[in-house]
């Protein structure tokens, strides 16, 4: 099965630095990359996805980019808030699966 | 839009007890899921319903985990007996497509502790 590898498992920035955060999978299958954002007691949320025909996405502070070649992938999120503290999992499905493969998580910590 | 609701949100419980725990998806959503969030990791699929038809259990301990979607809508997960093991938060999703690249719409979770 799918194999997600998260680094790193905790991360602090100043604010208004920017953060990122790597994954690499297994499957070279893999078709959809998504990343969750989960704030203390709640659930995780998505933030931004992207797809294996895409190299890279953005909406506003976040980008995901893509290496289908070297199979990983990269949260990038610039201008870092306070707000953005917060565990960031990455995840991973496999063409023809409907199991969605979670990393471990990053904490993330945005010191004011 | 109500999100996904989940109950109870904390239970503890002796070892070799059961639980039940229960979830409300987002209406008119096809698809929910249990997930197991075990603490310092990532939250891992037991169980994926398709209306009320199972897609996949394959990660689900079949012999003491069970699960149901009545009516294509609310679901249970049970666990009998509950091992120290089982001690997590136990997450329910839902979402409109059943092929991925659909949003999951999480619960806040119900944390159990097995003591």
């Known amino acids: 099965g799918e194999n997600v590898e998260q680094h790193p498992s905790t991360l602090s920035v100043q604010e208004g630095d920017s953060a990122v955060i790597k994954c690499t999978y297994s499957d070279s299958a893999s078709n959809y990359f998504p990343w969750y954002k989960q704030e203390l007691g709640k659930g995780p949320q998505l933030i931004i996805d992207i797809r294996s025909n895409v190299g890279e996405k953005k909406d506003q502070r976040i980008a995901v980019t893509l290496n289908k070649t070297a199979k990983h992938f990269s949260l990038h999120i610039t201008e870092t808030q306070p707000e953005d503290s917060a565990v960031y999992f990455c995840?991973?499905?496999?063409?023809?699966?409907?199991?969605?493969?979670f990393g471990k998580g990053t904490k993330l910590s945005v010191i004011p | 839009e109500a999100g996904v609701a989940q109950s109870p949100r904390y239970k503890i419980i002796e070892k070799r007890q059961s639980v039940a725990f229960w979830c409300n998806p987002i209406?008119?959503?096809?698809?929910l899921y249990w997930y197991q969030q075990i603490l310092g990791q990532g939250p891992k699929l037991l169980i994926q319903f398709q209306n009320n038809g199972v897609v996949d259990d394959s990660q689900l301990p079949k012999d003491r985990f069970s699960a149901e979607r009545l009516k294509g809508v609310d679901s249970t997960l049970k666990i009998q007996p509950a091992k120290l093991e089982d001690s997590a938060v136990y997450l329910c999703?839902?979402?409109?497509?059943?092929?991925?690249?659909?949003?999951?719409?999480f619960g806040e979770g119900s944390r159990l502790t097995v003591l």
């Open positions: 995840a991973a499905t496999g063409a023809g699966s409907y199991q969605l493969t």
């Open positions: 999703a839902s979402s409109i497509a059943r092929a991925w690249g659909g949003e999951l719409f």
């Open positions: 209406s008119g959503h096809a698809t």
